[in-house]
């Protein structure tokens, strides 16, 4: 009889998403937002956390309490919205965090994206250290088309070149469907998150083949050598690499915000969060020619199933989320007890 494989559990607790939520939220206020931006914050991060994006869940909250309290971002900032043209909307987020940015736009956003069918909105003076695909999914919701793009620190070599600049500049998509959940696809241009290699650090792990380089611009797997002085590659090689300076023009040059190299938080120890910009453009299906949009992505994803495919993007989150609403969110307990000396409690 063949011995089956140890599987070693990380003790751990099930919170329900409110109770997550209401820690976090409790964390930020404590640690100076306001209460818009706790309230914001914390469901951006917990969401990611119910649905398996670990490096942007609550591995994130220490990143953001040491960034508040260096000064680095106004986590009381009050976003400034500029009606700029009919499917055109800036938001200066006022050195504060990108998504209540995009929360204050959000209705002249949707309603300039039905009657002109497209709208731009163009975030800048922002910090985003969340995941992307909370910013499009609830459009798709709505019915909308959404993609977005945001930039962040220089830490990616561009393809050819011998230094980083680029940041890991992911891209986010989502679109209705029919029948089930939206299309959702939320990608780093870099081979991994930055978030990632944190991750794999932080456990001993070895990455996989392709992923940095080392201080000395060679390849390396140890995610420390890539942290301390190495650098990411695209993903893709030049083709990443293209999509890494779409974003690096269209989050910062278009919105106005900084490029991942401009950028310098050197009189701030314990910054984290990337001070550049964000770029959404939502599009109403509804203009467009032909079949009802959301019958016509659910055709394509019926293709997709008949020709062998098993998962799409998006499917890993939306099981994962399926999951934590029956059985609730679980948190690792050194992890757990560390959040809750942060909210004080
Ligand atoms: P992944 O490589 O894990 O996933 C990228 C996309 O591919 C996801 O939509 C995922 O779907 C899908 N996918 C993964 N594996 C498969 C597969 N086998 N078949 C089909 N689809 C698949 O994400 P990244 O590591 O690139 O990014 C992680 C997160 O980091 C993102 O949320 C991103 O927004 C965030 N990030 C944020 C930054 C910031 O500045 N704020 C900077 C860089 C990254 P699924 O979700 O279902 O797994
Ligand atoms: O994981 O690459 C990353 C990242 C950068 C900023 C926030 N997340």
Same mark, same amino acid.
């Given at each position: 009889m063949s011995a089956s494989p140890l599987v070693v559990e990380t003790p751990s607790e099930h919170l329900a998403y409110a109770q997550l939520v209401a820690l976090l939220e409790h964390i930020f206020l404590r640690h100076g937002t306001s209460a818009e931006v706790a309230a914001v914050l914390a469901d951006n991060c917990a969401s990611a956390e119910r649905d398996g994006a670990h490096s942007h869940g609550v591995f994130r909250i220490p990143g953001y309490v040491s960034t508040l309290a260096s000064g680095w971002? *106004? @986590? %009381?900032a009050l976003p400034i919205v500029e009606d700029v043209a009919s499917g055109f909307v800036r938001v200066d987020a006022a050195n504060g965090f990108a998504q209540p940015a995009l929360a204050a736009a959000r209705a002249l956003l949707v309603e300039k994206a039905r009657s002109a069918g497209i709208a731009v909105l163009a975030i800048r003076n922002s910090h985003h250290f969340g995941a992307l695909w909370p910013d499009v999914e609830p459009f798709a919701y709505e019915g909308l088309v959404a993609l977005s793009m945001v930039n962040s620190m220089t830490c990616v070599v561009p393809h050819g070149a011998d230094r980083p600049l680029f940041g890991t500049n992911p891209i986010a998509f989502a679109a209705p469907r029919a029948d089930g959940d939206p299309i959702v696809f939320d990608l780093a241009?870099? $081979?991994?998150a930055h978030g990632d290699v944190q991750i794999a650090a932080r456990k001993g792990e070895r990455l996989p083949a392709g992923m940095g380089v080392d201080s000395l611009g060679q390849p390396t797997q140890d995610p420390k050598a890539i942290l301390e002085g190495g650098a990411l590659l695209p993903f893709g090689g030049h083709k990443g690499s293209a999509l890494s300076m779409m974003v690096e023009l269209l989050a910062a040059a278009l919105t106005g915000g900084n490029f991942s190299?401009?950028? *310098?938080?050197?009189?701030? +120890?314990g910054a984290k969060t990337p001070w550049t910009g964000q770029l959404i453009i939502v599009i109403d +299906? @509804? %203009? $467009? $020619? @032909?079949?009802?949009f959301a019958e016509r992505s659910q055709e394509l994803v019926r293709q997709m199933h008949g020709v &062998? =495919? %098993?998962? =799409? +993007? &998006?499917d890993r989150r939306h099981a994962q989320r399926a999951k934590a609403q029956e059985d609730g969110i679980a948190i690792a307990l050194d992890e757990l007890a560390n959040l809750r000396v942060l909210a004080g409690s």
């Open positions: 971002v *106004d @986590g %009381k241009t870099s $081979a991994i190299f401009e950028f *310098d938080w050197s009189n701030h +120890p +299906p @509804g %203009k $467009a $020619a @032909g079949q009802n &062998g =495919l %098993k998962r =799409l +993007p &998006g």
